[in-house]
Each structure stands twice: as structure tokens, then as C-alpha cells.
């Protein structure tokens, strides 16, 4: 196939859309690297994709540029690790390299140990209750039976 | 093989425009935004569903991967919003429907109506071929001169 079938059967497009296979990326690949004109026309194509799209672009609401940031801010903060630095006045030096603590969150993350651990506490809270309830009435029942008893006792007397 | 395991494959190969320097989600989200929005609109015309993949585009760890991707950062900003779309989209159709499959209407073999089928309804050259009873180089070949026609107009 020459540059100008290449060109007009359409897998440049295809490629750049993300819709070519495996083997059509790798045709591409290759006659991108070999032909400088194909190289040419995926850089007009570049272009004219970005003005197509640009056309029907829609302008997104300002929170979710807003959740974007917050987002963002959260991946770099997971993402960073410590590093240990072998000269303290380096790290005086430099206050920037310590991880940013985000103060606007009201959310609060725990480990999920936390959930197991309340829901023990929750089931026995509720067994206590129930067992001091159980042995309130009881004594109660118990304290009745003994005037009950005693009453008796002194009026056989 | 899906669209952003290609992404990330091309990622690994550099050929032209490589961008100097890397951006960050927010500064690609400023210049890209509005473009991702509009792509991802003509695939879930729902707001609310499309605020969400939009958010899950830019706050996406492949967006990271653009910063060496071969081409231009637009082209990386359009596979990626479309492919999160179109997966988005596969759910909510999954959810719904028992298959997610083209309509009989349509017959039209437009390169109007191929672009729509490819690029916004997330299907394949070779499924558009099947159902519009065209060979998958005719399926290709509207695609270029559907951006032709676009190019000349």
C-alpha cells in the first residue's frame, strides 16, 4: 500500500481515535517511523481532531474543577512517601518537602479494624444492657418474695 | 484488550511532539475540560453521569501517563475521555438493558452516522461493519472522510 492509500484508508484516524487493534497500532508505528509524510499528515491530523473536538467543547460546571483539585491534592498526598534524610539542617532548609495536611476536610478516614471493633462494642453494650435489665427485675422479683416470706413467717408466729 | 490498556501500551513507545515538561491534573484539566466535557456529552448526554466521569477522567492515574505519550495532549485527553465514557456508558446499558447492541434503525451508512457508531456508541471498525453489512476498510475509510468533509467545510 502507498502513502496516499495508507493515508486515505482511514486506520490514521482510527489510530489516533483509539479504536485500531493491536497489529493496526503497530502498522501505524511502523510506517510513521519509515514515511516521513505520514508522520506529517498525523500532525495535521493532530490538529484538525483538536479543532473538530475544540468545536463542540462544553464548558464544565466550577465544582468539579473544585472536586478535580481536591482529588488531585489527595493523589499527591497519597502517592508521596518519606524519604529519610541523612542531613536534618536539609530538611530546615527545605519546609516544602514535608506532606501537606489538608485542614478543609471534615472527613475523617480510620482503619477499617475500626468498624470490627465498634460492632463488638456495639453487640456487647447491648448484651450487658440486656443482662442488667435481666438481674434488675430478678433482684426485684427476689426482694418481693423475701417481704412476701417474712410476712408470712410472723403471721404463723 | 480495552481502550486504556492501549493507552498505556502507547504510552511506552515516543515518536513525535512529545510535551515538554510534566502537567499537572489541574493544569490539564484547565486547558482540556471543556473538550473532555463535550466528548463525554455526546457519549452519556446525562450532566450529572457526565460530570462524573469527567471528574474520574482528570483525577485518573493514566491521565499521569499523557505526560509521555507519543502525541499531542489533546489526542491523549480524547482517547482517554472517550474511553472512560464509553466504559461508563457499557455499565449503565449493562444496568439497564440486557445488551448493549446498535439499533435496526440504523441502516444510514452515513460517515456521520459511522463516526457516531464508533467513536460516541464505543463500537468496534469490525462490529460497525457487521451491522452496517460494509467491509471493515469501507468502516475506516468513512472515518477519514468524515474529518475530511469536516476538514474541507
Redesign the interface.
Known amino acids: 500500500m502507498n502513502t496516499e492509500e495508507f493515508i486515505k484508508s482511514g486506520i490514521l484516524e482510527s489510530y489516533l481515535l483509539g479504536l485500531a487493534s493491536r497489529e493496526e497500532q503497530e502498522l501505524v508505528q511502523q510506517r510513521m517511523l519509515d514515511d516521513p509524510e505520514i508522520s506529517a499528515y498525523v500532525s495535521g491530523f493532530e490538529k484538525d481532531i483538536l479543532h473538530f473536538f475544540d468545536a463542540k467543547a462544553v464548558s464544565p460546571p466550577q465544582d468539579v474543577r473544585e472536586i478535580v483539585l481536591l482529588r488531585s491534592k489527595k493523589g499527591s498526598t497519597h502517592k508521596k512517601k518519606h524519604v529519610f534524610s541523612r542531613n536534618p539542617k536539609q530538611e530546615k532548609n527545605n519546609p516544602g518537602a514535608y506532606l501537606e495536611v489538608e485542614v478543609s476536610d471534615t472527613y475523617m478516614k480510620v482503619h477499617k479494624y475500626w468498624r470490627t471493633a465498634f460492632i463488638t462494642v456495639f453487640i456487647l453494650s447491648k448484651i450487658f444492657l440486656i443482662a442488667g435489665l435481666y438481674y434488675y427485675f430478678k433482684s426485684s422479683s427476689q426482694e418481693q418474695e423475701l417481704i412476701r416470706l417474712k410476712s408470712q413467717i410472723q403471721q404463723q408466729k | 484488550?480495552n481502550?486504556l490498556e492501549?493507552?498505556n501500551r502507547?504510552t511506552e513507545?515516543h515518536?513525535?511532539?512529545k510535551p515538554a515538561g510534566n502537567l499537572?491534573?489541574?493544569e490539564i484539566?484547565?486547558a482540556y475540560?471543556?473538550?473532555a466535557?463535550?466528548?463525554i456529552?455526546?457519549i452519556i448526554p446525562q450532566p450529572h453521569l457526565a460530570?462524573e466521569v469527567?471528574?474520574s477522567v482528570?483525577?485518573s492515574?493514566q491521565l499521569q501517563s499523557c505526560n509521555s505519550y507519543p502525541?499531542?495532549f489533546?489526542?491523549c485527553i480524547?482517547?482517554l475521555a472517550?474511553?472512560k465514557a464509553v466504559e461508563a456508558k457499557r455499565k449503565l446499558m449493562a444496568a439497564s438493558l440486557p445488551a448493549f447492541e446498535i439499533s435496526n434503525e440504523a441502516a444510514d451508512k452515513s460517515p456521520q452516522q459511522i463516526f457516531d457508531l464508533?467513536?460516541c456508541q464505543g463500537f468496534?471498525?469490525e462490529e460497525v461493519a457487521v451491522k452496517l453489512n460494509m467491509s471493515k476498510?469501507e468502516?475506516?475509510?468513512?472515518?477519514?472522510?468524515?474529518?475530511k468533509l469536516?476538514?474541507d467545510a
Open positions: 484488550m481502550e492501549r493507552i502507547n513507545q515518536f513525535i511532539n499537572t491534573s489541574l484539566y484547565d475540560g471543556a473538550m466535557y463535550g466528548i456529552l455526546q460530570q469527567l471528574i482528570f483525577s492515574p502525541f499531542t489533546a489526542v480524547i482517547k472517550r474511553a464508533a467513536f468496534s471498525p476498510s468502516v475506516l475509510r468513512s472515518l477519514h472522510t468524515f474529518f469536516h476538514r
